[in-house]
């Protein structure tokens, strides 16, 4: 990885990132509590370094970047689209989970790039949606709040399936920490989840080749949230990577955007592939 630099964006709040690798651009967009120290994506980075030129940054409130207040996602898109500017190049961008949402978000605005891959935005579509889901951005606002870390991290992890035995074995875990460290930008991610409500209106003002990728082993809930998000983007492609689920590894994605990348589709044409890793 190089050195941590700043990009600046549009309100002063200095965005940190870093890049690591050659080849084409490819800027990533962490979800909820991700940040470019976090094991996860150190380990997500490498991967895609063998053919990328990685950008990996710290959202709004995270690691090294400010967070400067009041909070809007119009303020965080304003923060990826100067690191895209930042970077130099004409720049792939790459969304996980929440981070996919959002990076959809910018090109439904107009922020320029190359082309969008979105790896499981978790919008609950149809018979997945429920009363919690409403209430989730109120709930996690309250805690943060009221100054109680630990239980909004707990409250997120059981929004988004996690048993409840297992949260609390987490609470013993080293991570929790620096779960913990960065709760106070659940909200962040709640406002951009909408609800979990899918916007298809907006998305359907996207017009950069994009890619949809869900795991062969994730939920009903977000298979199905894959489709809805590729039926909503005009050409987008919607593939599914087998043996992987939503902590999908980089070295099982890197080989579908690669794909993707090198895939010429006629202007509004659908293609809709299993990539088998």
């Known amino acids: 990885m190089s050195k941590t630099e700043f990009a600046a964006s549009k309100d002063g709040t200095r965005i940190a990132y870093e890049i690591a690798g050659k080849g084409p651009t490819l800027v990533v967009v962490a979800g909820a509590l ?3 120290d976090f094991p996860y994506l150190r380990a997500f980075v490498a991967d895609f370094a063998k053919d990328f030129r990685v950008v990996i940054y710290d959202r709004r409130g995270r690691g090294g970047s400010g967070d400067t207040q009041p909070y809007s996602m119009g303020k965080e898109i304003d923060d990826l689209e100067a690191v895209i500017h930042a970077a130099e190049d004409p720049a792939i961008v790459l969304g996980t989970s929440s981070g996919a949402a959002l990076a959809l978000e910018a090109p439904a605005r107009g922020v320029p790039m190359k082309a969008l891959v979105a790896f499981e935005p978790p919008y609950m579509v149809g018979e997945h949606r429920r009363p919690n889901h409403v209430r989730y951005e109120s709930d996690v606002s309250g805690y943060v709040a009221r100054g109680d870390r630990a239980g909004a991290v707990s409250l997120f992890m059981r929004t988004v399936g996690i048993p409840r035995f297992f949260v609390g074995i987490m609470r013993l875990m080293p991570i929790w920490k620096k779960l913990k460290a960065v709760a106070h930008t659940l909200p962040y991610d709640a406002s951009i989840m909408n609800d979990f409500d ?8 996207i017009h950069v080749p994009t890619l949809v990728v869900g795991g062969g082993k994730s939920p009903a809930a977000l298979k ?9 983007i005009p050409g987008a492609q919607v593939v599914e990577v087998p043996n992987q689920n939503h902590a999908i590894k980089g070295a099982a994605l890197a080989p579908t955007v690669r794909e993707f990348l090198t895939m010429t589709q006629p ?3 659908r293609a809709t592939v299993s990539v088998h890793a």
């Open 34 to 36: 991700g940040y470019k």
């Open 198 to 205: 899918l916007p298809v209106s907006r998305f359907r003002a």
């Open 224 to 232: 199905d949230a894959v489709r809805a998000v590729g039926d909503a």
């Open 267 to 269: 202007k509004g044409a």
